[in-house]
């Protein structure tokens, strides 16, 4: 069992910056895959990013490409997303994920992650 809870939410101005910080407890095992899902009201869960144990596959959501960076530290079991440039469309409760790596596909993927994170929110101002 794997609880994640992530951090680094909150308000910031159009053209800010946030980093994410998502921290793992629990049960670890090898081949872990960590992404970032979003989800603004009234509108379905997106993905943003994902990345494999090792870093060595990585994805990201055309809307974030070149603003927004996810990283990992295995060591601390936790993985990161650095927002750059926010804007007004980037507001939304940003869920941190977890579970088996099945591929690079499935990065973007909802289905293929086992365990979320309660969220944290991002709102940004115009």
């Known amino acids: 069992q794997v609880q994640l809870v992530e951090s680094g939410g909150g308000l910031v101005q159009a053209g800010g910056s946030l980093r994410l910080s998502c921290a793992a407890s629990?049960?670890?095992?090898?081949?872990?895959?960590m992404g970032w899902f979003r989800q603004a009201p009234g509108k379905e869960r997106e993905f943003v990013a994902g990345?494999?144990?090792?870093?060595?596959?990585?994805a990201d959501a055309n809307s974030v490409k070149g603003r927004f960076t996810i990283s990992r530290d295995n060591a601390k079991n936790t993985v990161y997303l650095q927002m750059n440039s926010l804007k007004p469309a980037d507001t939304a409760v940003y869920y941190c994920a977890a579970g088996p790596y099945r591929g690079s596909s499935a990065l973007r993927q909802a289905g293929a992650y086992d365990y979320w994170g309660q969220g944290t929110q991002v709102t940004v101002s115009s």
């Open positions: 629990g049960r670890t095992f090898s081949n872990y895959a």
């Open positions: 990345i494999s144990w090792t870093g060595g596959s990585i």
